[in-house]
């Protein structure tokens, strides 16, 4: 298995959508573990990070609330929170901020990018129909 990576306040921060402000304050009030590096950078577990994207997604909690009045872009960057590998096939659910995304691709694929719970990880659409929606 693979070196669990983990993420600064900065990385975790941009990857739920919130400003670094923000997720420091969750750090201080102990919604999401952290530990100190040899530097005495604060970091957090990418297992732990996945875990409290989903909370924050789920709960709807987020530093701006209007995105419904804008087109959101094709790439998503955000953390791995699932895989579930199949005999051929493959599951990954990525949460980009808000955003729940799942992808079904070879099992193949997943092993050769090494896609495991915790990881950064970009998701990619394309689309032959996309509805844009102003609040």
């Known amino acids: ?3 669990m990576q983990s993420y600064t306040i900065g990385q975790a921060a941009r990857l739920l959508g919130v400003s670094p402000d923000t997720a420091r304050r969750w750090a201080d009030a102990g919604r999401v573990a952290t530990h100190r590096d040899e530097s005495g950078r604060r970091l957090i577990d990418g297992r732990d990070l996945a875990a409290f994207s989903i909370e924050i997604a789920q709960s709807g ?4 609330d209007d995105s419904s009045t804008t087109s959101a872009r094709n790439a998503f960057p955000g953390i791995v929170t699932a895989v579930k590998l199949g005999d051929v096939a493959a599951q990954v659910e990525i949460q980009a901020g808000p955003h729940r995304l799942v992808s ?3 099992r193949e694929a997943v092993e ?6 915790g990881m950064r990880a ?3 659409v394309k689309s032959t129909s996309v509805h844009i929606d102003r609040a």
């Open 1 to 3: 298995m693979a070196h």
């Open 61 to 64: 909690v987020g530093e701006d």
């Open 104 to 106: 079904l691709l070879t």
């Open 112 to 117: 050769e990018l090494g896609l495991e719970v």
């Open 122 to 124: 970009t998701a990619r």
